[in-house]
């Protein structure tokens, strides 16, 4: 009888092994070094180049790296808040070296920048061309045609403070109006629809200078700074913590075509922003499979 229960006793610590060793056998690069799937967690802001970024990010990073993403929308303080206290993971959408200096000002030290994700961007104030002020200087002179109103977007946005900054700056009879990217777009489509006059705050690349004929207003006081460009953001660790991931960030590059194109396809989709992230990274797999880490 001993020896019979000695033998199941090494039976059952043979088994026990076995099973601990195999628990680490996930062949998915940073998401099979616990054997679970491990989580991204992303913040955006409802604007229509960080909403396409960031769901193209997710369906790739799902469908092709075998990871979870989490995508979490929030005004940009909350979302620089988060990234420093390490409750965010990474963010798509930071615009230097104007639009978010202050946030980086406040929160820099405790940020880990991950690279360029588009060049050449820019901020200001935007018109259809039909109107015929040119400048920011010239609003004053048509401050009833505009009905002394400039339609801008969430009032955290670096865009927003540049804007209040311009009002001083040239001295404008004008006020601000605070909303969202979507309200702006809809508020510029109406106006556009009845030939009226309208200012907004805008910023390139959007999806709105393919489908309208506009003009960014000259900036002769460069209030709003001259060119632009779009970094990824972490939380301080990211790449150690998933050097897979933070490998395909650093690689994760729009032109304005490119990336005009991705916010078009979600913009016109009837369904939800991740369907039409998952259709456009279908159309363009050789682009896609170029950000995959070791490529």
Not at 190 to 210: L, N
Request: charged share 25%; hydrophobic share 40%.
């Amino acid at each position: 009888m001993k020896r019979f229960l000695i033998i199941l006793i090494c039976i059952s610590m043979l088994f026990t092994l076995a099973a601990c060793g195999g628990s680490d056998t996930g062949d998915n690069g940073d998401a099979g070094q616990t054997g679970e799937t491990k989580t991204v967690k992303m913040g955006y802001v409802n604007w229509a180049e960080g909403v396409a970024m960031t769901y193209l990010a997710k369906a790739i990073l799902e469908d092709k790296m075998g990871y979870d993403v989490e995508a979490t929308m929030a005004d940009v303080a909350p979302i620089f808040t988060s990234l420093a206290s390490g409750n965010t993971d990474v963010f798509v959408d930071t615009w230097l070296p104007v639009t978010h200096a202050s946030q980086m000002e406040r929160f820099g030290d405790d940020i880990d920048d991950l690279g360029v994700v588009v060049e050449n961007a820019f901020i200001g104030l935007v018109v259809p061309s039909y109107v015929e002020a040119n400048s920011i200087e010239d609003l004053n002179d048509y401050v009833d045609e505009f009905g002394g109103e400039i339609i801008g977007i969430d009032s955290g946005a670096g865009i927003m403070e540049a804007t209040e900054r311009a009002i001083e700056e040239y001295g404008l009879n004008y006020k601000l109006l605070s909303g969202s990217g979507p309200t702006m777009t809809a508020a510029l489509a109406k106006a556009i629809d009845s030939e009226e006059a309208i200012v907004v705050t805008g910023w390139a690349p959007h999806w709105k200078f393919a489908r309208y004929d506009l003009k960014r207003l000259e900036d002769p006081k460069g209030v709003y700074g001259d060119v632009e460009r779009i970094n990824i953001s972490a939380r301080k660790g990211f790449a150690d913590d998933m050097p897979e991931v933070a490998e395909f960030f650093s690689n994760y590059k729009f032109t304005d075509e490119q990336l005009g194109s991705l916010m078009g396809a979600i913009e016109d989709h009837s369904g939800e922003p991740i369907e039409a992230a998952r259709e456009w990274m279908h159309e363009n797999e050789e682009l896609v499979n170029s950000w995959l880490p070791g490529q």
